[in-house]
């Protein structure tokens, strides 16, 4: 049952977390158990943080089943730095690199890629504004690429690539940040996945990155910094430098709680209910739009629009009154964006759709 | 007076946090005031967080007496990543830049500048272990170098830079990172400051950089990573992919917390006068010895060394006993080593010499 002096908080990032988990971390924040200080204070090459970090990755180990071949590093500067890393780490300065364009950050990818690659785009969805998903096949990916990169799930758009690209013998990259643990990912079809934390994996200010260990085991152009070389992430165990441990910590609750409650396979049903739910009602609405084709829908960022900006600015109003926060679509697109990630308590959907349909049959408050 | 459940945490980094702010973020954890959610699930983009950060900007813009035309950017990544940031935002590629070596980090910064620039190291104190510090006089330093690079406090040799490098028309740049608000740091004696957020300005994983605007406000070679790239985030307020938010929140409240004990000149008050009763300690024992010049000693960063193995091996367990953890030396080096940040409580300093008089006394627990 959610706490009643707290919003729903529809962000896209930063954005919900539990309340229990919430609560542990209130709880251990002036002294960690055992440790005698803070977890905020603790040297990250003691025991207690060792400790920490060892269970983090174990944890999300478990709940993705990632196979012992693949390296997890935590790495800081969000998803936006990794942009860079897999460039750098994956290609030579200058070798081809393949990308597909389907929303706001695999365009920023694409463009950081460019600076280090000769990226080239194979699809784009940006002729139906994004509101489709294309599928890739292997002869659309040059074979002599570094690798194929997406952007799994579109967080603006509300889209998500539930079908596995075909990239032949490509090293297929995704950026998988606002749908990790909220769906099943196969992460062996993967060569390399990235995530920023700040959806389902606690507050912003890290990225997890899930790799083949056979692909980031190579020496890599000395231009390149320090600290954004995988290699030297994987024999460091995450901490060539000081790693962000209270990022690490908040990871480690956000882990132990997907696996306390049923794990990912749990977490994508009740995303998936819940948007499902909400699409419904959008769909046979007359007042709410999505314009996403169906089967490349989003579990966790769904958009709508209303008729008018004076519509969309009067229900936002609405919605905030009763305690809904953070649903105005991007910036860059304007409109209205639910986004519902693992955190957001279960009455919150309910509490939209009711908000929605009050709108609709012409209350205003 | 500290929280007896508490230990005295002489971590060189991360490092021991005010209970005051301990308590303050505990308090804030789960709903934070007038926000209905947690500053960890803040929308970066909410009014609540911009204030946050305007807020923690303003503080220490006061306490560090920044002027108008020096930058204040929250980076990702540590020290370590201002490491690369530096060199790629001052220097062309292959351009001279120039270093003193006198520790650790300014080895690794240089290994770092060597990656983009052609760095010089126009001085080193490895000939005496690092004990000193060099001065630095213009016809050091080659006049057509990009910039010229310190580490200002040596945390693991326990020296700092108390005198002003001369370094004629060449930007002057020094990583402060375990001395910041821990010392009176002059602003407009440098060209740019930089340092890791884990000593004196909260939980690491951030780093907090000071720029003259002009020397950042350009553009740079484009093959630059968009998150190393220092006027992106001084366009954008340190805000051009997700920050990290709680980073941000917690140093805000170090630098509330300096403010309202005294400011800067305080804080380097007590931590001068700690240190000085420790140094005097040691300079008359027969058991501990410190090898640093005296004019160079760290006020914050104490090392100390006993005649054996042994000795220093008994003396770590008996401290340990005592509540006192990570005194141990750094592993590159061994020996003791005594971090004293602003956020050590008063009495740890005390009851540190009073177990070092045990000891030498011939006491062991």
Redesign the interface.
């Known amino acids: 049952m959610a706490?009643k002096?707290?919003?729903f908080?529809f962000?896209?990032?930063?954005?919900?977390?539990p309340?229990d988990v919430?609560?542990q971390?209130?709880k251990d924040?002036?002294?960690y158990p055992g440790?005698?200080?803070?977890v905020?204070?603790?040297?990250?090459?003691?025991a207690s943080f060792q400790e920490i970090i060892d269970n983090a990755e174990a944890s999300l180990r478990r709940i993705m089943d990632i196979p012992d071949d693949y390296a997890v590093l935590f790495m800081?500067?969000?998803?936006?730095?990794q942009?860079?890393?897999v460039a750098?780490n994956l290609a030579k300065?200058g070798q081809k690199a393949a990308y597909a364009v389907t929303g706001q950050f695999s365009k920023k990818a694409l463009?950081?890629g460019k600076?280090?690659t000769d990226a080239v785009k194979i699809a784009d969805s940006s002729d139906k504004n994004f509101s489709y998903i294309p599928d890739i096949t292997e002869d659309m990916v040059p074979q002599d690429a570094a690798y194929f990169h997406i952007c799994a799930n579109n967080t603006i758009y509300g889209t998500t690539w539930w079908r596995k690209p075909e990239t032949g013998k490509v090293p297929f990259v995704a950026d998988w940040s606002s749908a990790i643990l909220g769906a099943q990912i196969k992460v062996i079809d993967h060569d390399l996945i990235y995530a920023?934390a700040?959806k389902n994996m606690?507050?912003?200010?890290?990225a997890v990155v899930i790799a083949k260990k056979e692909l980031i085991d190579r020496e890599i152009d000395?231009?390149?910094?320090?600290?954004?070389n995988y290699k030297v992430a994987m024999d460091n165990g995450s901490m060539?430098?000081?790693?962000?441990?209270?990022?690490i910590y908040?990871a480690g609750l956000m882990f132990g709680w997907v696996e306390k409650n049923g794990g990912v396979a749990a977490m994508e049903k009740r995303n998936h209910d819940r948007a499902a739910a909400l699409y419904e009602y959008i769909d046979n609405s007359k007042t709410f739009s999505n314009p996403v084709r169906p089967c490349d829908r989003s579990i966790t960022n769904v958009t709508f629009t209303l008729p008018t900006q004076e519509d969309t600015d009067a229900f936002l109003k609405m919605a905030k009154g009763r305690?809904m926060?953070?649903l105005k679509g991007h910036?860059s697109v304007g409109g209205c964006r639910a986004s519902m990630y693992n955190?957001l308590p279960d009455e919150a959907a309910p509490a939209l759709i009711a908000c929605m349909k009050d709108f609709e049959a012409g209350k205003r408050e």
């Open positions: 706490n002096e707290r919003v908080n962000s896209a990032g930063p954005s919900a977390i309340e919430l609560l971390a209130q924040l002036f002294i440790a005698g200080c803070s905020l204070e603790m040297s990250h090459r003691s800081q500067g969000g998803a936006t730095l942009f860079s890393a750098m300065q463009a950081e600076r280090w920023g700040q606690g507050p912003s200010g890290m000395p231009v390149v910094p320090i600290m954004l060539y430098n000081t790693p962000p441990c209270f990022s908040m305690g926060i953070n910036r955190g």
